[in-house]
T-cell receptor, first 117, second 110 residues
């Protein structure tokens, strides 16, 4: 089954304790992206990757790191989480990288609800 | 960067009536405008999109219009049904980045 998976789905952690949220897709998609969703703010793009070893900042990259060593995986790393990073995180992928070109539809993962105390 | 504003934030309609959600964007270079639907507890899903070289697109009960000069685009849902109740997000994109509006919670009253 074609899908985007994220782990963990729920995580409660403490300030400063490094964590990684994994994202994996089995559709051979070029493009992968991370978003955070907060009430009243919609979805905001954190980082995106156009292909292996190619990543760039979205609108809210501060406090986050990413890597794209393999095409299927795009982990989100919080080196020193803070309470303002409490949010619902979505990973997404699309076959092609550039929006507006064919096969650009993004498929979202199920989401990871992160609470930082 | 791109700034997308979405109105209204909540919308309540009688079943069978139409619903309209409006968005504006700031970067005239943006060229792709998708709309996503998110049901409670679920992930966002693309319902319709439009590219900057098209003024209008329709898919059954859903239509999107784009006014490039005014930098605004709208989602129209006709003959609303209870399953249309959800949060709807507009977005604007330039190349590889995607910026979303804050969302509209649509409630369809039976």
């Amino acid at each position: 089954e074609a899908q985007v998976t994220q782990n963990p789905r729920y995580l409660i952690t403490v300030t400063g304790k490094k964590l990684t949220v994994t994202c994996s897709q089995n559709m051979n998609h070029e493009y992968m992206s991370w978003y955070r969703q907060d009430p009243g703010l919609g979805l905001r793009q954190i980082y995106y990757s156009m292909n292996v070893e190619v990543t760039d900042k979205g609108d809210v990259p501060e406090g986050y790191k990413v890597s794209r060593k393999e095409k299927r995986n795009f982990p989100l790393i919080l080196e020193s989480p803070s309470p303002n990073q409490t949010s619902l995180y979505f990973c997404a992928s699309s076959l092609r990288a550039r929006f507006g070109t064919p096969s650009y539809e993004q498929y979202f993962g199920p989401g990871t609800r992160l609470t930082v105390t | 960067g791109e700034n997308v504003e979405q109105h209204p934030s909540t919308l309540s309609v009688q079943e069978g009536d139409s619903a309209v959600i409006k968005c504006t964007y700031s970067d005239s270079a943006s060229n792709y405008f998708p709309w996503y639907k998110q049901e409670l507890g679920k992930r966002p899903q693309l319902i319709i999109d439009i590219r900057s070289n098209v003024g209008e697109k329709k898919d059954q009960r859903i239509a999107v219009t784009l006014n490039k000069t005014a930098k605004h685009f709208s989602l129209h849902i006709t003959e609303t049904q209870p399953e249309d109740s959800a949060v709807y997000f507009c977005a604007a994109s330039l190349d590889y980045k995607l910026s979303f509006g804050a969302g509209t919670t649509v409630t369809v009253r039976a």
